[in-house]
């Protein structure tokens, strides 16, 4: 079974640009969330799409937006890329969107803005 | 404050030594997510426990509802078992937002 997917591996941008994360959950699972692990920071919550729905997002300003197609996958855009916005962004799958189920993470995409 | 604490920070230890983690968290939660981060940044799902106690192979987990804590253990402990180990926990009170513990670094010395 192949696990969740995300590409690129590395991506760098300039301040300003916009950037596109991709994500391809588990086979069978609907609900994918996005999180961004800043360096020296914990993880956290981004996004979180179920069913194609955007069902919650965190603390995070409108310019990181997302949106999962009809095949559950997902992509994640930034626009107007902050210096701050260097992360590890890393997207994880589960079954269904319920807070008891195992959530299965990607290797991650790293940002670099320059 | 933080929704999630962790402790210790970091932590080294010598080859064969039991370890314990800890996490308490403030929210409600019916479940609690402990995670593996490895350097390069792959996060491998640990235990979701919502009640008492798992074990799988050295690695052993415990949850006390009540007092909103949690325990990792990992007996025997192994160079291998070197990483970042996450606490997590969903809040059934914010629309399955997750918050995260800010990770405890362990280094096992062979």
């Known amino acids: 079974e192949a696990g969740v997917t995300q590409s690129p591996t590395h991506l760098i941008k300039t301040r300003g640009q916009q950037a596109t994360l991709r994500c391809s959950p588990i086979?069978?699972?609907?609900?994918v969330y996005w999180y961004q692990q800043a360096l020296g920071l914990g993880l956290q919550f981004l996004l979180w799409y179920d069913e194609g729905e955007e069902r919650n997002r965190g603390n995070f300003p409108p310019r990181f937006s997302g949106r999962q197609f009809p095949n559950y996958s997902s992509e994640l855009n930034v626009n107007a890329l902050e210096l701050e916005d260097s992360a590890l962004y890393l997207c994880?799958?589960?079954?269904?969107?319920?807070?008891?189920?195992?959530?299965?993470f990607g290797d991650g995409t790293r940002l670099s803005i320059l | 404050k933080n929704e999630v604490e962790q402790s210790p920070q970091n932590l080294t230890a010598q080859e064969g030594e039991f370890i314990t983690i800890n996490c308490s968290y403030s929210?409600?939660?019916?479940?609690l997510h402990w995670l593996q981060q490895h350097p390069g940044g792959g996060i491998v799902s640990l235990f979701m426990l919502s009640s008492g106690k798992k074990k799988h192979g050295r690695l052993i987990a415990t949850i006390n509802i009540q007092e909103k804590h949690s325990s990792l253990h990992i007996t025997a402990s192994h160079p291998r078992d070197s990483a970042v180990y996450i606490c997590a926990v969903p809040s059934s009170n914010t629309g399955n937002q997750f918050y995260f513990g800010t990770g405890t670094s362990l280094t096992v010395i062979p």
């Open positions: 994880a799958s589960s079954l269904w969107g319920t807070y008891n189920q195992p959530q299965h």
């Open positions: 086979s069978g699972h609907t609900s």
């Open positions: 929210v409600g939660i019916s479940a």
